[in-house]
């Protein structure tokens, strides 16, 4: 117990000192239309490199940011960084449909009263159309205190961005919420696409919830996609949107910059792109071991 509470201790300290080192860095996740395979957007995934311990896993850091509160200036430093590096990739590929970057909000985050100034200077600074934001928050942080968490989300929308309940099934979820909270797009969580193929209960579950989102005029992104079987069911369930190894790990800015020269150059010369990009999804998936 003693070592533990040391190690803790430590790991607090660290902590804290990474934000003013910027030992932090930002991985981007494409989000592909699963009918076409082209990239329409990002999901932003924060990364800490300790100087002596490497890479820290986000499952070992994340919660004691939650607890300490230093998830607040770490998550405003994601925000920043996301929604500039989109920015800049808007202007230098310029697509008919724009790129947007999905950030996720903890539930620390979301209690703030100055949330909503905090996600407006951001977009003012940074220059990016409030539509290209999504914002992702679990559907459990919006449970716990759904009449508070309505309201937040009714403030946030009339910045014109758009709302993303993640984790989907997991949670508490109450019909009786759903359809009062302003949500955009649903997100599937992983556990239920892994055995999508292979479990008719969760094929059924994961049917049935895009569905309940279509009849309810959001949109749906299945985490988690792994297989060729399973994007193919997706596909064929009327889901949109997809993320995951298939396609690719998160990666640096600097690999998603290439592979949007590459869907750009594409797009110019009227090519299809899917089966070409899986394949260069798939392979720089892999450039950066470990994330």
Known sequence: MHAHAVERLQLET????AIDRQEFQVRYQPIVVLATGAIVGFEALVRWHHPQRGLVAPTE???VAEETGLIVPLGHWVLQEACQQVANWQVRFPFCQPLTISVNISGRQFSQTDLMTQVSQILQTTQLAPGSLKLEI???VLMENSEPAIAMLLALKTLNIQLYMDDFG???????YLHRFPIDVLKIDRSFITTIDTNSKNSAIVQTIITLAHNLGMQVIAEGVETAVQHTQLNQMGCEYGQGYLFSKPVSAAVITTLLTQQYHCRA????????????????????PGN
Do not use: C, M, N, W
Not at 14 to 17: A, G, T
Not at 269 to 288: D, E, F, N, T, W
């Open 269 to 288: 010369r009227q090519l299809s792109p899917h089966p070409q990009h899986q394949r260069q999804l798939s392979k720089a998936g892999k450039v950066l």
């Open 138 to 140: 679990t559907e459990t």
């Open 61 to 63: 850091f994340i919660a």
């Open 14 to 17: 660290d902590l804290r000192r």
């Open 170 to 176: 997991t949670g508490y979820s109450s019909l009786s």
